[in-house]
């Protein structure tokens, strides 16, 4: 019973503050709860120990513990990756002996064949992978992926690291030290940064484990019940001698009778039979599922988006900024945009041979803006002023491109196409086959 307790607790706990330490950064989670304990655990509380140590050791204890906080969140290591592997591994050794006489063919196949997987897909999402760096060799080759859709992403912007144009819904990650294609986000649980070539394997990664860890708690309920029927019989044959009147002695009610009706009890008769090895790898299993399955559903609705979550937090800004209604939208000028490119229905703005300020098409040069394989291009441009009033007098990314007269003030993303969503198949699609 308080065994039971105790993991559960300790389980429950650790569970959500990994949860709130690596996802509650997310946009998703920006004005939640969730948003706010993570702001509490990474900001408030680290800052506030800070200023404590500051005035009673003069700061000696927080520089060498910031220093390894710093190594561990903005460099790269092993350690998250180790600790990730050896407690699959260790759950493993634990349960699997302990209930293997016990399980049916079949199961032993199942395990044989989900077991290696997280461990594969991790090594393959972890590995060093050409088509989500970029480098000089695959530059001109990335910058064919995606056309620049002049709200997240603008042609002519380069890296002041690697000395390239940066190819539209890239990043250069400060970690890994390169240019990422299609960044999503760079991954501590795989020590890499997730991109156009390894984001599939990531997806899989996810699903294997999410998986794997639902099967184990699966396989623990169903090799413990029949233990713990077969031991708890002596409490049936017990209450035998104390019957209350139309009840089964072998029944589970009859066994909770004798210990308690709740579900610490129901736990506890389990720890019981398996001990640790077996139902406590298996509560465990029972309590963390939920972790790799959530942020599969989250990289799920991400792909449903057409986005990134490097692209949600940049969504997530604009959203913010058009709440406050510093956000303008306006029209490409025709003559500026792609050819055979799918357009959406046009809309109803007035042509570009009526803009008050006509101005010489400046499109940027081929390596600048190369034709791309994409089947979409954007119509809008988007830009934020300072003042809240309309553009006036437009910068020079966007000079030469959007119909002056073009620009009305926005309130929300619905107003905005996002070029890079293509219905969920054919995300789905891009993500998995590129
Ligand atoms: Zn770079
Ligand atoms: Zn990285």
Not at 345 to 370: G, L, R, V, W, Y
Not at 373 to 398: A, C, F, K, V, Y
Request: charge should be positive.
């Amino acid at each position: 019973m308080t065994l039971a307790r105790n993991i559960i607790i300790f389980t429950v706990t650790l569970s959500l503050v990994t949860f709130v330490a690596f996802f509650g950064r997310l946009p998703a989670f920006r004005n939640t709860p969730i948003g706010f304990l993570h702001r509490l655990l990474i900001e408030h509380i680290p800052s506030a120990l800070r200023k404590l140590d500051v005035k009673l050791t003069n700061g000696r204890i927080t520089s060498g513990g910031s220093r390894l906080g710093h190594h561990l969140m903005y460099e790269k290591h092993l350690a998250v990756v180790i600790f990730f592997l050896g407690l699959v591994t260790a759950c493993a050794l634990l349960f699997l002996p302990s209930v293997w006489h016990v399980l049916r063919w079949h199961h032993k196949l199942t395990v044989c064949v989900l077991l290696p997987q997280p461990y594969f897909f991790l090594y393959l999402s972890a590995k060093r992978n050409d088509q989500t760096y970029i480098n000089a060799l695959n530059h001109a080759e990335q910058m064919r992926h995606y056309p620049y859709d002049r709200v997240l992403y603008y042609p002519g912007n380069a890296c002041t690291t690697c000395k390239f144009l940066k190819p539209a819904r890239s990043k250069h990650c400060s970690i890994c030290k390169t240019c990422v294609s299609r960044m999503d986000h760079h991954c501590i649980w795989v020590n890499n940064c997730l991109g156009r070539g390894n984001y599939k394997w990531f997806l899989a990664l996810l699903l294997s484990t999410t998986i794997l860890i639902a099967y184990g708690a699966y396989l623990a309920y169903t090799s413990l019940t029949p233990m713990a029927a077969k031991h708890y019989a002596k409490y049936a044959r017990w209450y035998t001698y104390h019957p209350s009147p139309g009840s089964d002695p072998l029944s589970w009610a009859t066994r909770f009778e004798v210990k308690g009706h709740n579900t610490l009890n129901y736990i506890s008769i389990y720890l019981d039979v398996g001990g640790f090895r077996a139902s406590g790898v298996g509560l465990l299993a029972l309590l963390t599922w939920p972790l790799p399955f959530g942020l599969l559903a989250y990289h799920i609705y991400l792909i449903w988006a057409g986005m990134t979550t490097n692209e949600s937090g940049k969504w997530a800004d604009w959203r913010d900024d058009m709440a406050e209604g510093v956000v303008f939208l306006g029209h490409r000028r025709e003559d500026t945009m792609r050819e055979n490119k799918f357009f959406p229905q046009p809309s109803d703005h007035s042509s570009s041979s009526s803009s008050p300020f006509p101005t010489p098409p400046e499109t940027p040069p081929e390596d600048e803006e190369p034709h791309t394989t994409w089947p979409l291009e954007s119509r809008h441009i988007l830009i934020r002023t300072p003042s809240g009033q309309p553009p006036r007098t437009l910068p020079s990314r966007i000079r030469g491109v959007a119909k002056e007269d073009s620009f009305e003030r926005v309130w929300s993303l619905a107003a905005v196409e996002n070029v890079y969503d293509l219905g969920f198949w054919d995300n789905l699609r891009e993500a998995l086959l590129n």
